[in-house]
């Protein structure tokens, strides 16, 4: 029912975001937690990774049972001002670290552009 999804805080583009998981994946709820160019710092800073993944594991593991993590990015963001490529491959790093550190949760990049179409970059299943 719940799933998680960590983004910018960009305005333009969490409710794009909330609405594309709700619409193409099984869940109900889109537990999001939001920084500033949120993967740039998951890839840069390993407290930064830390305190996102205490979050994710809290809330919205252990008391909502969600199995599956969203990590995404966007065009044009002022928290990681950075070509559309370079943005990309953090988002799938920032999957990977995630996925290593937390294996039983499904992890997703995404990647939305200006005009709000959503690509999606990298999917780990859940090891069981
Ligand atoms: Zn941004």
């Known amino acids: 029912m ?22 193409n994946y099984r869940y109900t709820f889109v537990d999001t937690i939001t920084d500033a160019g949120a993967v740039n710092k998951i ?10 993944e205490d979050k994710v594991v809290l809330i919205s ?7 599956h993590i969203f990590v995404a990015g966007h065009s ?10 370079t943005q990309k ?3 799938c790093q920032a999957a990977q670290k995630m996925h290593t550190d937390l ?21 780990y299943d859940i090891d069981n």
Do not use: W
Request: net charge negative; hydrophobic share 35%.
């Open 103 to 123: 294996p039983h949760e499904a992890v997703t990049g995404l990647f939305v552009y200006e005009n709000g179409e959503i690509e999606v970059l990298v999917d």
């Open 2 to 23: 719940f799933c998680t999804l960590v983004c910018c805080m960009d305005g333009r583009f969490i409710h794009i975001l909330n609405e594309y998981i709700r619409n």
């Open 61 to 67: 593991v252990n008391k909502h049972k969600s199995d």
């Open 43 to 52: 890839v840069s800073d390993e407290n930064f990774l830390r305190s996102i």
């Open 76 to 85: 044009d963001c002022a928290g990681c001002q950075t070509s559309d490529e």
């Open 89 to 91: 491959k953090y988002i």
